[in-house]
């Protein structure tokens, strides 16, 4: 079974620049998420997609961050103008099931590193 | 107040040594447990899934106390590679919640 994946692996930008992030979850996972993992941390959930629906955005940056699922499949995560501070790698994850989505692990995909400068 | 916390360790140990880690979690309605392992630069997988009546995976051994809202994971025999971070996950209605993870160190 094919994972979780996601493009580029790598990215450098500029400050104020705009950087896209792809994902591809596996094949049927209803349910999407991006995280952001700043070094030394935890990952930090940004949004969260059932379908092609947002679940939660409730930490997203909206007024610089942007995510969309398209018929409920792949994703984007976008990030205009960038900061400093969003240096870290962004982590897509997919799972299973609706609902509760009771007892089902999340899958993740390598990450995207992310370095502003 | 955080949704998860972990003490982020490090946590130095000598090989065949037994480890514990806690993570306590703030919504007593949180339905699953898991216990991830993420390597320097990579990505989170699946360590094993936290029950209410413990469970055991060769060296490794998960419990849930729902009444003092904690997660444990002991590492018995520990082996340099052991040597990782340990996040705990929450979940509850369909939301993954990560602790900042406990680092782990296994000396030879």
């Known amino acids: 079974e094919a994972g979780v994946a996601q493009s580029p692996r790598y990215k450098i930008i500029e400050k104020r620049q705009s950087v896209a992030f792809w994902c591809n979850p596996i094949?049927?996972?209803?349910?999407l998420y991006w995280y952001q993992q700043i070094l030394g941390q935890g990952p930090k959930l940004l949004i969260q997609?059932?379908?092609?629906?947002?679940?939660?955005d409730s930490q997203l940056p909206k007024d610089r961050f942007s995510a969309e699922r398209l018929k409920g499949v792949d994703s984007t995560l976008k990030i205009q103008p960038a900061k400093l501070e969003d240096s870290a790698v962004y982590l897509c994850?997919?799972?299973?099931?609706?609902?509760?989505?009771?007892?089902?692990?999340?899958?993740f995909g390598q990450g995207t590193r992310l370095t502003v400068v | 107040r955080k949704e998860v916390e972990q003490d982020p360790g490090p946590f130095n140990v000598p090989e065949g040594a037994t480890v514990a880690f806690n993570c306590t979690y703030s919504?007593?309605?949180?339905?699953?447990f898991f216990w991830y392992r993420q390597d320097c630069r990579k990505e989170p997988k699946l360590l094993m899934s936290?029950?209410?009546s413990g469970n055991e995976d060769g060296r490794f051994t998960a419990q849930l106390n729902r009444a003092s809202q904690y997660i444990s994971l002991l590492i018995r025999d520990s082996k340099l590679s052991d040597s990782a971070t340990y996040l705990c996950?929450?979940?509850?209605?369909?939301?993954?919640?990560f602790g900042s993870g406990t680092k782990l160190n296994v000396k030879p």
């Open positions: 994850a997919s799972r299973t099931g609706g609902g509760a989505g009771f007892g089902t692990e999340a899958f």
């Open positions: 094949s049927g996972h209803a349910t």
């Open positions: 997609f059932q379908n092609n629906g947002v679940v939660d």
């Open positions: 919504n007593s309605a949180s339905q699953s």
């Open positions: 936290v029950y209410s």
């Open positions: 996950v929450v979940t509850g209605f369909n939301k993954f919640y």
